[in-house]
Each structure stands twice: as C-alpha cells, then as structure tokens.
C-alpha cells in the first residue's frame, strides 16, 4: 500500500491563521477543526504527527501499525463478536433445550408402543381365531410395531444433529475464543 506522509500541521502557525480567519487549505478544504495532532496517511492510516515528521525526516520510511487490521475494522469485527456470539450461545441452549424435550418425548413415545404392542399381543392370543376382535388387536399390534420403529428413528435423528452441533461447536469455539482474545488485547 503506498502511503502519503504530510508534514504535521504546526499548532502555531494553525493558531495564527484561526485568528486571521484564514482556515482554508491549499485545496479550498477548512482546515480548522483538523486535530493539529494527527496526520492522515492513505486512506485509512492515522497516525501521530510526531511519527509522520519522523517519517518525512527519514526519507519516507513507510509506516505501519502493529496490527494488520485497521482499527475501524477491529471495532466493526469486535461489535460484530459481541452480538453475535451471545446470540449463538442462546440458540445453542435453545437447541440443546429442544433435543432434550424431543429425546424424552420420543422415549415415551416408544415405551408407549412397546407397552401397546404387547398388550395387543396378548389380547390377540387370547381371542377366537380368526375372529374381528383378533384382527383389531393384529392391527393394534402392528401399529405399535410401526410406531416403535418411527420413534427409533426420529430418536437417531436428534443423536444426529446433537453429534453435528458438537462438531459446530468444536469447530466455531476456537474461532471465537480467538477472536475475544484479539479484540480484548
């Protein structure tokens, strides 16, 4: 990046010409309100002006801050972390709070058709053979089979996506715990 070192506006000479009223730069700019302490260099280099004289002085050293990211950027990036990332710890709770609700449920769900199956079982031993009570309890049984099954998977499918929300989580923590680190130096 090429960058443009100005001398430092002297606070003498800009004293003088605020009190002749004559604030205006080579270019038409005012230049009264210009903080006499800092220079502009490129388009998003501020620096003191004591180190833009010194760079002048030194043949035009080029000048670079300590970090790689410019300071506007790292307090839009830092803004950025501290709304998102209690944002993402909230949906973490919510989704952890809703694989719970739903791994409970589904335990239910398959005792209940557990219990049902066997119950139908019984039931159906005990009936007349080939009568219509007998066929209603077959039915009922194997419903309940179906459901059993259903629950099964549906009980897979949250073991899924919590492994997965680990995975996310092993994955986005170190980033953000690096950034919090950045941010907070």
Do not use: C
Request: no cysteine.
């Amino acid at each position: 990046m090429a960058t443009l070192t100005m001398q430092p506006i002297d606070p003498a000479l800009a004293a003088q010409e605020g009190s002749r009223g004559n604030n205006l730069a080579e270019d038409g700019g005012d230049l009264g309100d210009i903080d006499v302490g800092w220079v502009f260099l490129g388009k998003s280099d501020i620096v003191p002006a004591d180190l833009a004289a010194a760079a002048a002085v030194g043949g035009g050293l080029r000048l670079r801050s300590s970090s790689a990211v410019p300071t506007w950027a790292r307090r839009v990036l830092g803004g950025v972390v501290y709304m998102v990332v209690p944002f993402y710890n909230r949906v973490r709770n919510v989704e952890e709070e809703t694989v719970g609700y739903v791994e409970t449920a589904v335990e239910v769900v398959e005792h209940i058709a557990e219990v049902t199956e066997k119950l139908a079982a019984n039931v159906a031993d005990q009936l007349p053979k080939d009568g219509s009570l007998q066929q209603a309890a077959e039915e009922l049984e194997f419903i309940a089979d179906i459901v059993d099954k259903d629950a099964e998977k549906v009980e897979a499918i949250a073991k899924k996506i919590d492994n997965f929300s680990d995975k996310i989580d092993a994955e986005v923590e170190p980033v953000i715990e690096e950034l919090e680190k950045e941010l907070n130096q």
